[in-house]
């Protein structure tokens, strides 16, 4: 990751879009990730050609109503054999290999696949506004299709990014955008963009310090001793809920540390400039695949879900949620599990979460507008939310981090 954030910087430098052509800014984005990704996974780097080629020859001869559906069956598909795999080689294990990869290969392609079938294959008054924007509306190149998914700012862990998104970055057009001119019709900015300085010292400073908490803090408080049988009967009710917050709550620190580094290395790249806000300060949230305050601060399960693992999200409403002929929420979450793995906990997790999140709509709905009358109401409203949200948290993702199901059956005793 850090050879990553090197090339990156080197790539932003001296290979700008209004420097060179396209295509070089593609091959050396490939080139630079295959290297990346054989020098990590080695042998197994064959899994990533054989789901991404399989996608793609389903892209580009499925019959149009099929093309969409094909490319999640079989790109869902290869990665649940690969998780199965797993779970026979290194049950329980946290071994970093191709299936962190291939996870979000899984995102890609499909989401990939519903934008061509979106903008190749059905009317345009049949799409939201937002499908619209992500719908591509030519079947592309074998070139620009291995950039987007080798590409070195994402091939280790990410995050997610969408095609269109993807391509404006490479092409450049993203620079060029009309907020950023002046009343004479001048860029007020550099060619090369707005500084990355700012997005990249920020986030390698919280990933410093998230991997600070990971090494020191954390390990003091295991999810693992939830289910332990000598905690769980020589401790009181109170000592077990406080940890079993605590427990939680430092584990999450681990994924800010890699996510934060991810956008750090897609930020100097360039990647991840979002236009300019109404005071003329450039927006670094295109790829942001988290939001520490927002997560430690949420008084909702639907604000934290909304604030973790970002590009997830937009990723699962975009390919399921927006399109699920019933049950939106239940299939959401099953199609999350699915694409996390066959562990029982994740499925204890996502089917209470489903459930968890249909309660908070009804309970926000029926009960806050009784909040709302003062200022002191609505402050004793948002302490009891966070504190009831952050308890819902440690039920739900303690299964998450045990895996199993017998431990979680103790854990929830």
Sequence with gaps: MLTALVLAIIYRKFLPAHQVSVTVRHVCAVTAGLALGFFCFGKQMCHLFAQAGSCYLIMRFSPATYVHKGVLLVALGYLSVMHILRMIYDYGGYTLDVTGPLMVFTQKLTSLAFSVH???????????EDQKDQAVTRMPGPLEFCSYLFNFQGILVGPQCFFNDYITFVDGSLLHCPEDMDENGQERHSPFGPSTKKPIFSKLLIAAGSIAVTFTIAPMFPPSLNADQAHLKNSTFLYRVLFVVLSVALSKWRYYFG???GEAVNNASGF???GYNENGVAKWDLITNVNIYEIETATSLKVLVDNWNIQTGVWLR?????RAPFSPTFLTYMLSALWHGYYPGYYLT??????FTLAGRCLRKNIRPFF???PAKKAIYGCVTWAGTHLSLGYLIVPFC???FWPSF????
């Design 318 to 322: 975009r390919v399921c949620y927006d």
């Design 410 to 413: 103790y854990y929830y005793q």
């Design 372 to 374: 709302l009358m003062s």
């Design 118 to 128: 979106d903008g190749l294959y059905k009317d345009v008054e049949d799409l939201s």
């Design 259 to 261: 996510w934060k580094l």
């Design 272 to 274: 991840g400039f979002n």
């Design 350 to 355: 996502f089917v209470s979460a489903a459930f």
């Design 402 to 404: 045990l895996l199993e």
